[in-house]
C-alpha cells in the first residue's frame, strides 16, 4: 500500500465519515449473521446472498439508500475475505466494528482520471458522493491504481492508500549475510555490530502524556472534556507509531540493500505478548510485570520489521530457531547459560570470549543461517554433536 495523507474540508469529512459509518454498519451486519449459525443449520449467507440482502436493506433504509453503494458493496467483500482468511487458520475470526477503531472504506473500478496532481506537494482524488479530495502528493502514485482505501485513525486524520505492490529491492549480489537479534532494551543488534533503538517518545512527551492519561481517568464518561483528552491522547500515540513505522521502514530498506540474506529469530509474537492475568479460578503470576514485557516487545516492532523485510526481500528471509542463541559462544560455540553474565555482556566461561550479548546472539542466528554454525565435534550448535566418541558403559553392557 502507498498511503498519503487526506486533506479534506469540514463538508467532505462529514460525507466521509458518513461512508465509514455504513461500512461499518454493513460489516457489524454481517458478523451478526454468522454468529447467529450453528453446527445442523443452514450455511451461513455467502457474498453474493448479502449482496442481494443489501439491495433490500437499501429499499428500506433512506439512511442506508443515501450511502454509496460501492463502499457498503466492498464492506461485505471484506467480510468475505476475512471468514476465508479465518477459515484457512491465518486470521481470527472477523469481530464487531467499533465507532473510532479501525474507521475505513475501499473503493474499487477506479479510472485513470480519478487521480490528478495539482501541483508538486498537492494531488487529488476523487470518492463517490464527495468529489474531489486533496491529498500530500509525497511521493508518485503508483500507477495502474485500480482500487484505493481511506481511512481515519484514532488521531482524526484522514488517509488514501492505493493498492499497488511495490517491486521488491534488488540483492547488492555479495554474498553477505546479516543476523538480527530482537530485544526490548536493544530493539535490533545486526551482526555487523549496529545497535539500533526504535525511536518513542521524548521525555517531555512521555510527561505530556501520563499527565493526559491522570486527566482521562478522572474525566466522566460522556463529557466534552474526556473526549477533548482522548484525541489529545490520540495524537501522541499516533506520533509514537508513526516514528516507529518509519524506522521500521528506513531499517528493512537499508538490510535489503546491503546484504543478501538476513536471518532472524523464529519469534511467535502474538504467545510472546498474551496477557498472563490468567482466570478467576486460577489468576496468573507476575501480571503487571509481563503487561510492562508486553508494551516493550510491541514498542519495538519485532513483528513488523520481518514483516517488511520479507515484503522487500522477499526468499532471502531466514527463519533460525531462537534455542540458545542467546548461551552459545560464537567464538569456540560453548553453551552456557553462566556466559551471559547480563543483558548486555556475554562471557564465554570456556574460552574467555567477550561481547555484546545481543550482537553475539545475532552472530550465531547469522551462522545458523549461513550453514557453517558447526562446533568442533559437528552438528548443529542447537541440536547437539552428532560425532561423539563411545562411551565406556555402554560398551561393557550386554
Not at 24 to 45: D, S, T
Not at 145 to 165: E, I, K, P, Q
Not at 206 to 231: D, E, F, I, N, P
Not at 292 to 319: D, S
Request: include cysteine; charge should be positive; hydrophobic fraction near 40%.
Amino acid at each position: 500500500m502507498s498511503r498519503y495523507r487526506l486533506s479534506p474540508t469540514p463538508a467532505q469529512e462529514q460525507v466521509l465519515a458518513e461512508h465509514c459509518g455504513h461500512a461499518r454498519f454493513v460489516w457489524n451486519l454481517a458478523v451478526e449473521q454468522h454468529a447467529c449459525w450453528k453446527p445442523g443449520r443452514k450455511n451461513a449467507p455467502g457474498f453474493a446472498e448479502q449482496c442481494r440482502q443489501l439491495i433490500e436493506a437499501r429499499a428500506e433504509s433512506g439512511w442506508l439508500r443515501a450511502g454509496s453503494i460501492v463502499v457498503q458493496q466492498q464492506a461485505l467483500k471484506d467480510f468475505a475475505q476475512a471468514m476465508a482468511n479465518f477459515f484457512g487458520r491465518t486470521h481470527r475470526r472477523p469481530v464487531w466494528r467499533r465507532r473510532g477503531r479501525g474507521e475505513g472504506f475501499r473503493i474499487v473500478a477506479v479510472k485513470p482520471g480519478d487521480v490528478r496532481r495539482l501541483s508538486r506537494r498537492v494531488g487529488e482524488v476523487r470518492v463517490p458522493k464527495v468529489g474531489w479530495v486533496r491529498f500530500r502528493w509525497s511521493r508518485a502514485v503508483p500507477g495502474g491504481v485500480r482500487s484505493y482505501r481511506v481511512t481515519r485513525d484514532r488521531a482524526g486524520r484522514w488517509h488514501v492508500a492505493f493498492a499497488a505492490v511495490p517491486e521488491p529491492v534488488p540483492a547488492p549480489g555479495t554474498g553477505e549475510a546479516v543476523g538480527v537479534d530482537r530485544g526490548v532494551a536493544v530493539s535490533a543488534a545486526l551482526s555487523t555490530g549496529e545497535l539500533l533503538h526504535v525511536p518513542g517518545l521524548r521525555e517531555a512527551e512521555k510527561a505530556r502524556l501520563l499527565r493526559l492519561q491522570r486527566r482521562l481517568a478522572r474525566a466522566g464518561r460522556g463529557s466534552k472534556r474526556r473526549g477533548r483528552v482522548k484525541a489529545a491522547v490520540a495524537r501522541l500515540k499516533a506520533r509514537e507509531a508513526d516514528r516507529r513505522k518509519d524506522w521500521i521502514e528506513k531499517i528493512s530498506t537499508g538490510l535489503a540493500r546491503g546484504f543478501d540474506v538476513i536471518a532472524v529469530e523464529d519469534l511467535k509474537v502474538s504467545g510472546m505478548t498474551r496477557s498472563a492475568r490468567g482466570t478467576l479460578a486460577e489468576p496468573g503470576g507476575g501480571v503487571r510485570q509481563k503487561a510492562g514485557l508486553n508494551r516493550g516487545v510491541l514498542a519495538a516492532g519485532w513483528g513488523r520489521l520481518v514483516t517488511r523485510l520479507e515484503h522487500k526481500a522477499p526468499g532471502r528471509v531466514r527463519r533460525i530457531d531462537p534455542r540458545y542463541t542467546s548461551q552459545t559462544c560464537n567464538a569456540c560455540g560453548h553453551r552456557a547459560a553462566e556466559s551471559r553474565e547480563s543483558q548486555s555482556r556475554f562471557r564465554c566461561v570456556a574460552c574467555g570470549h567477550r561481547d555484546n550479548a545481543d550482537v553475539n546472539a545475532a552472530k550465531n542466528v547469522r551462522d545458523t543461517a549461513a550453514g557453517h554454525a558447526v562446533d568442533a565435534r559437528g552438528g548443529d550448535r542447537v541440536a547437539g554433536p552428532v560425532n561423539r566418541e563411545p562411551q565406556r558403559d555402554l560398551l561393557l553392557v550386554g
